[in-house]
């Protein structure tokens, strides 16, 4: 299995972005697909996460509300949709999947979100 996350990019406050996770390879339906991100001197921090079956969500409390995650199994493709973008969300972002919420054991390479202010 091989995940292409793409979409970054640099914005400015406020605005919205789209990153894409592309999956290949085989997904079972009990696997979850998140993004995680780094930003510059801070740890990796989770962002959200979806079920690939059920498609049941979960977001980190810094992103709700603001970020949306959803798959499309057809396209076997992971969205984040990031609205009223913040400095703050200055990240390298990538995603990633497991058996478990936030412990991926697949990652993809980043893409980078610059968000100016």
């Known amino acids: 299995v091989q995940l292409q996350a793409s979409g970054g990019g640099l914005v400015q406050t406020g605005d919205s972005l789209i990153l894409s996770c592309a999956v290949s390879?085989?997904?079972?339906?009990?696997?979850?697909l998140g993004w995680v991100r780094q930003g510059p001197g801070k740890d990796r921090e989770f962002v959200a996460n979806?079920?690939?079956?059920?498609?049941?969500?979960y977001y980190s409390a810094s992103v709700k509300g603001r970020f949306t995650i959803s798959r499309d199994s057809g396209k076997k493709t992971v969205y984040l949709r990031m609205d009223r973008l913040k400095p703050e969300d200055t990240a390298v972002y990538y995603c990633?999947?497991?058996?478990?919420?936030?412990?991926?054991?697949?990652w993809g390479q980043g893409t980078q979100v610059t968000v100016s202010s």
């Open positions: 990633a999947a497991g058996t478990q919420i936030n412990e991926y054991t697949l």
């Open positions: 979806v079920r690939w079956g059920a498609g049941t969500t």
């Open positions: 390879g085989r997904i079972f339906s009990s696997w979850s």
